[in-house]
């Protein structure tokens, strides 16, 4: 059967733990994982910007002995029109797997069900998984452990970074807590979702609009940009009062580290000192992208046959 990765909760807990341990060896063995030998080609398109997803994709398959064959929307046919379904079905004939950075999720979906090769969301106005498993790998790297942790996410509550932590946290058996401005709440589906995945992994969800009850104790403070891609103009003032702060940081645990998927802002989402100073984890953050998502290939490649 093949296997996507479409969301953070198409990973059992179970299996988002194999990927975590196979990111660890991945790291501690660079250039020792070939399952792309060949090479075998990955396709990894873009319909919106990127730095890190195309670095660490593009070093990852090449590093895994594979063809990273990277298109842009503008110069691809599936920016003028061509139908994801025939894409996906030309794609699966020349290539191991997809990764797509996209907008909606509906179109990743539509992706995977016209495809019999792995699909892997690169972001989506909706979710980030990938993100989230360097993520998760950096706070395992920081504490030994994952379960019973955490984590603290503030600003935009509507965005992808927001719901891949909501379910990716959950899934991990963390306490994740989401502080936004009421009028920019977590969809509730998702909510809900990561609500029942922690009822049985032991974790916890809580959403709120106060930023200091958000960070109170917090094992990790993670922020995102106010502005996601396709956003521009949008008035930030009401996310002000949830920048993450040196006031906010010291509210969480005395050993708490500070996340940041990048691109940041400094003086907006997140005060320049704290990205900058000794909590800060994003740069370890930047460079787990390469060994979780060489990972989650491998896992994904492996079960997909
Ligand atoms: N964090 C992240 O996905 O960065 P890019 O947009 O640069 O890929
Ligand atoms: N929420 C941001 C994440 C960028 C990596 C965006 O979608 O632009």
Redesign the pocket.
């Known amino acids: 059967m093949t296997r996507h990765f479409l969301r953070d909760d198409d990973l059992t807990p179970a299996e988002q733990a194999e990927v975590l341990d196979l990111a660890a060896r991945v790291k501690a063995d660079r250039f020792g994982f070939r399952p792309l030998e060949g090479p075998r080609s990955v396709a990894v398109l873009f319909d919106?910007?990127?730095?890190?997803?195309?670095?660490?994709f593009t070093a990852g398959i090449a590093e895994l002995g594979g063809n990273p064959l990277v298109m842009d929307a503008g110069t691809s046919q599936l920016g003028r029109g061509e139908t994801i379904a025939d894409t996906a079905r030309v794609l699966e004939r020349q290539v191991s797997a997809i990764v797509w950075?996209t907008a909606g999720q509906e179109r990743i979906e539509e992706m995977a069900a016209g495809t019999a090769v792995p699909v892997v969301n690169?972001?989506t106005d909706e979710f980030?998984p990938?993100?989230i498993l360097?993520d998760l790998q950096t706070v395992r790297e920081h504490r030994g452990g994952l379960a019973g942790a955490t984590l603290a996410y503030f600003g935009d509550g509507a965005n992808n970074m927001a719901h891949s932590y909501l379910l990716g946290c959950a899934t991990a058996g963390m306490h994740v807590r989401v502080g936004a401005p009421a009028s920019q709440p977590p969809d509730p589906a998702v909510v809900k979702r990561a609500t029942e995945i922690a009822a049985d992994t032991g974790g916890s969800v809580t959403v709120t609009d106060d930023p200091a009850a958000a960070a109170d104790g917090a094992d990790v403070l993670a922020t995102d940009t106010w502005v996601s891609?396709g956003q521009d103009g949008k008035d930030t003032a009401l996310y002000e009062p949830y920048a993450v702060t040196e006031d906010l940081l010291a509210r969480a645990d005395g050993d708490a580290i500070v996340l940041h998927?990048?691109?940041a802002y400094r003086g907006r989402e997140i005060a320049g000192s704290v990205l900058d100073g000794p909590r800060s984890r994003v740069w370890d953050e930047?460079e787990n992208?390469l060994h979780a998502q060489k990972a989650l290939l491998v896992w994904l490649l492996e079960r997909s046959g």
């Open positions: 919106k910007p990127s730095t890190r997803t195309r670095l660490s950075r690169a972001l980030h990938c993100q360097a891609m998927c990048l691109p930047a992208r």
